[in-house]
Structure formats: structure tokens, C-alpha cells
């Protein structure tokens, strides 16, 4: 904040060299009282005196890429035309639980491939697609798909003196008509649940993926010194966190069909067929193919039937499904939980009492976060959803229930995971481990809800673009 202040009175110097007797900067983002906002307000209420006399100035935010980001000295605009306060008033919280209709225009869907970054060259770790920014192919990013949270950010270079390094796909906010900086707001920041945080401005550009294009607001976000740092960016499919004090948008499917590009708002995960978690191996490669995207319309024809849960989107602002039951080795570990579906996660996350429930089932440990098992010890790992009329059952695939051995032991790491859940509701998160065995729908139209799928024997045909 210090820093921005301090380039604000430059400004005030510059364009009043003599006779200022007093000058007051404060900034005039009221919302941004949190600690964890960033020291980068959208603008700052400026008075200048003058002896007895004095005058108003606005100093707003700016981008050029020049210069990058920067303050202009400006008079105060008429009141129809001024900033409002982004926190959620009444408006904001309709826009927010309004219901999603569908669209008499556009395709039924497209399909497109999934990637994954790989650790420790076995282990994949994300869900990542392919993304366009603006009308230059240069700026086609590959973003990790995270049903966990709501904002489209890219790491992205903001100014001509900025480099990038070798290798990195970046968005080039230089490269002319890439984007239109929205003036005037503030930096962001958004903590995710692995600690990272992320800062970022809003731009708006024309956004693409598989062909289809409509007009996005997106977080710029600067560029990480180190590869492994921060993924290239995040393709933000959830819901705004209740008072985000980030402004009301649409997520880019929604989007999408509101564009009339597709008919309806709902997305799919289509897990790999081949190469589960446990049987990949060793060859020194960065990535792995990892299933499909299918933005709008499932077909059919990829799937055997759908279990339907009601996603609890507006009393948890995120995808929370009701999970009836968790069974492993044929007990019955917790029954009547609620459980995040979060394609940003890698493994499945619960507490450590459940943990500790789990290990008991397979003769195994629960310790600094991790349940171990001996060879042989589990056999089962199945998750039920759905009401009593169409209840159903999804297992892990055997090749998944290990994720090789333990450190410094003879004992398998098993694929769940413990935490604190601290004040959230749910007490399981399903991610990618789970995903990666079924076909999994996340539709936001009319009721929300998230639907489950065993695979059918045909391949999904990626839409050619």
C-alpha cells in the first residue's frame, strides 16, 4: 500500500510543483479491508491543499504495456458514472442464486482432450485444457480444470520489458488488441487450499476453448520465477465464495451458453480408459493424456446410465453433494457425509477419524496425514450416492488403490489423504483419483447438480476445430 501511496504523490508533485501545502491519499476501495487483498488498490481518494483552499483528485488504477500497471491523476467522474462497492448487496446475491436457463441457440457440446502434468513421473496431478485469449494463437494457454473454485486466471506478461522464460506459455497482454484492462479496479488476491496465493488483475478479452468463443473477464496474473511454482493458470468452474470481493461474473461455460454458443451450461470429466494411477510407469514424461472435457450435452453414447446428486451450490457456494456411504474391505466407514467433487484435487481427502476407521479395515496406519497398508490389505474402496430409488455405487479401479510404496517403508501408501476441515460442512473431498474411474457431470441449469456414470465401450471423438 505504502508503494502504491508513494507513486500517487509522484503523480501530485508532477502535476502541482509549487504551492501544495498538504496532500491526504486514502484508499477509496472500501471492500478491500481484509488483510489478504493486495497492496495494489483500484484507486485512491486524493486532497490536495493548497494553503486554506484545496481540490479533489481520483487516482485510478491503469495499464499499459509500456508500463505496465500504474495510477493516473483524475478528476472525480459524475456520480452516475462511479465505482460501486463490489461487496454483496441484495443485487449481488440474486445475480449469484439466479437460476440457469437453457439456450434455444448453439451446439449440443464439444469434446476435447485432457492432459496432466505427471509427479514424480508416475503420478498424475491436474486436469489441464487447452485455452485461447484474444484473436492471436500465440495466446493459447493450457489451464488446469478446477471445479474447486470460480476465477479464470493466466500467468501472463504485462509489459514489453518483462521476459518470459524459455518454454513458458504465456498470455502476452503485449501483443496488440490481446486484452482491455478493466480501469480503475484492484489487484485480487485468491488463496487456494494447498497455501498458494494468487494475485491478479481483471482484464476482459475473447475467450476460446474447443472452438467456441464468447467475451471473459480473466485475472492476469504476473508470471512465476519458477516453472513448478504456479500452474500457467486456472480454469475456475465453481461458484464465487459467499462475499467474494471480486465482481459478479460467469464462469466460462455458463458463459458460453448466456453467449448462445452452447445450448446447455454443464461440463463433463470422462476419466482415461487406459493407464489407471498405479500402472503407469517410469519414462521421464512431464505430461500424460488424462481423459476428456465435454463442455454442454453429454452424449449418451459415452455413458451407461446416470446417478444424479443435488449439488448444494447455495448453501456451500461449491460443488457439495450428499455422499450416503464409504465402504472399504466391506465396512462401512461413515455413512450420511457431504463431500466436495474437486477436479483440483488429486486424491481423496477426510478426516483423520475416517483415516483412522480406514486403517483399522486394512490392517494398516494413520499418520502425518497419509494411511499406509500392507501388501494385500486393501482390496475395496467404493463411494454410494443417489436417493434410495436410484442409489448407486462407484469403486476405485485395483490399479488405483495403491500409490506405490510408502518412504522408507514395505508398506502401500493408500489413496486417501487427511485434514483439518476447520469450519467447511463437508468432510470428504473426492478429486481426481476418483474422477479418474467414471464419468462425472457438472450441470449448473435449472437445479444445480452433479451426476455420476460408469463408461461406455466407445471413445469420445474429439471435436475438430
Known sequence: ????????????????????????????????????????????????????????????????????????????????????????????RNKESAKINESETGVECVVLELKSDVKNEKQPTNYRVNVNFGSSPQNQVSLTVDSGSSILWAQSRIQFSQEVPPGRSVVDLTIEDAARFQEGSKAYEILYGNGKKVAFSLFETTVGIGGLKTSQVFGAAKIAPQENLLPLGILGLGFSAENSPIPFHRTLVVHLMESGMIKRASFAMIGPRSEPFGTVKPDGEKTRDRGWLVIGNLPDAYHNGITWCPALAEQYR???????????????????????????????TTTEDYCQGIAKAIQGKANSGIVTYP????????????????????????????????????????????????????TWILGGIFIDNMVTIFDYTGEKRIGFATRSDLDPVVTKT
Open 318 to 348: 461449491a460443488w457439495v453433494i450428499r455422499l450416503n456411504k464409504v465402504t472399504v474391505n466391506g465396512v462401512v466407514i461413515c455413512e450420511n457425509q457431504l463431500a466436495l467433487v474437486d477436479t483440483g484435487s488429486s486424491y481423496l
Open 375 to 426: 501388501s494385500g490389505g486393501l482390496s475395496e474402496f467404493s463411494f454410494t450416492f443417489g436417493d434410495k430409488a436410484s442409489e448407486a455405487t462407484y469403486r476405485l479401479n485395483k490399479e488405483d488403490l495403491s500409490l506405490g510404496p510408502a518412504p522408507g517403508s514395505d508398506s502401500l501408501r493408500s489413496p486417501v489423504t487427511y485434514m483439518n476441515f476447520g469450519s467447511k460442512k463437508y
Open 1 to 92: 500500500m505504502e508503494e502504491a501511496k508513494a507513486e500517487v504523490r509522484r503523480l501530485v508533485d508532477a502535476e502541482f510543483p509549487e504551492g501544495v501545502t498538504k496532500v491526504d491519499i486514502n484508499s477509496s476501495d472500501y471492500s478491500s479491508d481484509e488483510e489478504n487483498i493486495s497492496d495494489a488498490p483500484g484507486s485512491f481518494d486524493v486532497f490536495i491543499a493548497f494553503g486554506g483552499a484545496g481540490i479533489s483528485k481520483n487516482a485510478k488504477r491503469n495499464w499499459s504495456p509500456a508500463n505496465g500497471f500504474h495510477y493516473v491523476l483524475e478528476d472525480y467522474p459524475a456520480p452516475a458514472m462511479s465505482v460501486g462497492d463490489t461487496t454483496w448487496d441484495e443485487e449481488r
